[in-house]
């Protein structure tokens, strides 16, 4: 998604700084250009060669040099990116963009820009909470400069709290994010499920599946980037709350069937949460203590949420769409659930042991509609939410804003 798209990576003096090296190699893989700007403080941290060589690229640094300026001046290269990424961004160089310094080639192309601009704070706690760096944020907020984060956790100075700067991969679905069609799903509301579910034995055991809930949050961030209205009902994962999302968090399939009723009527459903098929058919209100024989588990049926909302009558979603996490013969096995449920797309994929689906960061789908079914390559859990969210713009006919 983000091939051919250029992002002009500006790198400043913070220890944060070899992160970046992260950045560059996974916007890589997306198929992103990527140039970089270093600061002279900057370099204590990480090296122009180093950046050079993961990006492909010259890296810039000297406002003066007669030769950069020839060959590519600080404006023509403010404006030949189509994204600006500032990461890490210090206290330093946001009081700097806050006041429209512009005193090497780093501040003096984010001045010249007309191009969207992102920042990723990196600093100590107390610098962080300072006046002056709220105030710096609040001026840079009104321009429409995105901040992303920071992050709460352990510093290198050996403080912990608010001023570490958000991980490599969440600056790449910032960036993502921000290459989506906007608006194309405008109007429409979406609901879309995630994560496993818990079904309690007592109130220590559960039944559960491997589900992460990686693929089913992207594609409620995907839909939302796109303008749906959308909810998220989802079982317990570690997965961050999507911008832009209501989310509904729930445990058992019961809870889950209720919440997503309740967010009926909707244009649009996802059914991408693993909901276990069975529960307890009596749960202990006690612990079940380990004595004698082990106990006898009796099962009984959970409700069939993708059959539920696919039969809603004149709550019907318009497009209904579940997904069929099968081993071997992937796509025979999908076909006929697809049937069997109702719904009007299934996307099918391989969790047998050994493809690393559930809880790894890719996934290789099979698209099966009642006329066709389109094998996709493997790519990241991102790539597939936003494939799926444009066939669904495409299936309510909201072409892309270049067309």
């Known amino acids: 998604m983000l091939q051919n798209k250029r992002i002009l990576l500006i790198v400043s003096g913070g220890i944060a700084a070899y992160k970046c090296l992260e950045l560059i ?25 180093s950046l050079s060589a993961l990006s492909g690229d010259r890296v810039y640094g000297d406002l003066f040099s007669l030769t950069d300026e020839h060959e590519m001046g600080h404006i ?26 512009a005193d090497d080639v780093a501040t003096t192309v984010l001045l010249a820009t007309d191009k ?75 609901l879309v499920t995630s994560g496993p579910t818990y079904e309690p034995i007592d109130p220590v055991r559960y039944i559960a599946n491997r589900s992460s809930g990686k693929q089913g949050h992207a594609i409620a ?36 069937l209720k919440a997503c009723e309740n967010a009926l009527p909707t244009d649009i459903a996802v059914c991408a949460a693993a909901v276990s098929d069975w529960r307890a058919e009596e749960s202990a209100d006690k612990k079940i203590k380990k004595e004698g024989d082990p106990p006898s588990l009796s099962l009984t049926e959970n409700p069939d949420i993708l059959r539920t909302l696919s039969n809603a009558g004149n709550d019907r979603p318009q497009l209904v769409v579940g997904f069929a996490a099968e081993t071997g013969d992937v796509i025979a096995k999908a076909v006929p659930k697809r049937e069997r449920k109702g719904c009007d797309w299934i996307v099918a994929n391989d969790v047998s042991t050994g493809t690393d689906t559930f809880g790894g960061d890719t996934n290789q789908v099979h698209l099966i509609t009642a006329t066709s079914t389109e094998s996709w390559p493997e790519m990241s859990k991102q790539d597939v939410a936003v494939a799926l969210a444009r066939k669904i713009a495409d299936q309510f006919n909201r072409p892309a804003a270049a067309e």
């Not at 984060?149 to 921000?178: K, T, W, Y």
């Open 221 to 256: 961030t995907a839909l939302a980037g796109m303008g749906a209205e959308t909810t998220l009902v989802t079982g317990p994962t570690q997965q961050r709350n999507p911008s832009g999302v209501d989310v509904i968090s729930i445990e058992t399939a019961r809870e889950m």
């Open 116 to 190: 969207k601009v992102m920042v990723a704070p990196s600093m100590n706690v107390r610098m962080w909470e300072h006046a002056a760096t709220t105030a710096n944020l609040s001026v840079l907020r009104q321009r429409d400069i995105q901040v992303l984060g920071p992050n709460s956790g352990d510093m290198a100075c050996g403080e912990f709290g608010e001023g570490r700067m958000v991980e490599p991969d969440e600056i790449l679905r910032a960036i993502q994010d921000h290459f989506l069609d906007d608006g194309r799903l405008t109007g429409l509301k979406a």
């Open 25 to 49: 190699r996974r916007l890589r893989e997306h198929g992103a250009a990527v140039r970089c700007v270093l600061t002279k403080a900057a370099t204590e941290f990480v090296t122009p060669l």
């Open 76 to 101: 023509q290269l403010s404006r030949d990116a189509d994204l600006l990424v500032v990461v890490p961004a210090t206290a330093n160089i946001l009081a700097r963009m806050a006041q429209g310094i």
